[in-house]
């Protein structure tokens, strides 16, 4: 059965200050999906990136990186120069190609202090 | 374009009675998507729609829960007898195909039980 730990619960930091967020993930599936996905204050979740199991190279957009491992079963979250806005719980997610669901790990709460 | 589309925001009822939530996807999506977010049990995957049907129903809890989806578009999620612990935040998501297309949400619905 397909897994996504996130253990970090929270991380505070203070404006300006690099974050990475941890994510692994256990599957069967040799071909799957990973996502990020944002929850602000306002509740609403916001896709930031979609990452397919064959394609390991690293992305970059902005102040966000991800850096997506198979040998280890980990898809981590940078964010460089962080600012308030930045504070929210970010999700991470495995999609399998054999079902229909997200499962989602148990989000990691960011703070981001002026 | 218009994004997903959920009714309404917030609903406080009480226990026993029945509630029906609504989610509108994203115009051309074929697939829609219901997830819950408690405290206690994080994001949980509830039941796929592909078109009017429901291939895969396996995360709603009980028999009190069910869903229906009309001319493959508005999905109404219907939780009969309600309980205190189906207090949750009900999020829908759609996506333009199931097997490879990433998932957007809408904004949830906040039911509360009293």
């Known amino acids: 059965a397909q897994k996504v730990t996130q253990a970090q619960t929270e991380i505070s930091v203070v404006e300006k200050e690099d974050v990475t967020l941890d994510c692994v993930y256990e599957?069967?599936?040799?071909?799957?999906?990973l996502f990020w996905y944002k929850q602000p204050p306002s509740g609403e979740l916001v896709f930031l990136i979609r990452?397919?199991?064959?394609?390991?190279q690293n992305e970059i957009s902005g102040r966000y990186s991800w850096n997506f491992q198979k040998s280890t079963s980990s898809f981590n979250f940078t964010i460089t120069a962080s600012q308030v806005v930045d504070s929210a719980v970010y999700f991470c997610a495995l999609k399998e190609t054999s079902g229909s669901r997200l499962t989602f790990g148990e989000g990691t709460q960011l703070t981001v202090n002026p | 374009g218009a994004g997903v589309s959920q009714s309404p925001s917030n609903k406080v009822t009480e226990k026993g009675k029945d509630v029906e939530l609504r989610c509108d996807p994203i115009?051309?999506?074929?697939?829609l998507y219901w997830y819950r977010q408690s405290l206690g049990q994080g994001l949980e995957f509830l039941i796929y729609?592909?078109?009017?049907?429901?291939?895969?129903k396996s995360g709603l809890p009980s028999d009190r829960f069910s869903a229906e989806r009309t001319g493959g578009s508005v999905s109404t999620l219907t939780i009969q007898r309600t309980q205190q612990e189906d207090s949750a935040v009900y999020l829908c998501a759609s996506s333009l195909s199931q097997s490879r297309d990433t998932q957007y949400f809408g904004p949830g619905t906040r039911l509360t039980v009293l």
């Open positions: 729609f592909q078109g009017n049907s429901a291939p895969d």
């Open positions: 599957t069967r599936d040799t071909t799957y999906y």
């Open positions: 115009s051309g999506h074929t697939a």
């Open positions: 990452r397919n199991s064959f394609d390991e």
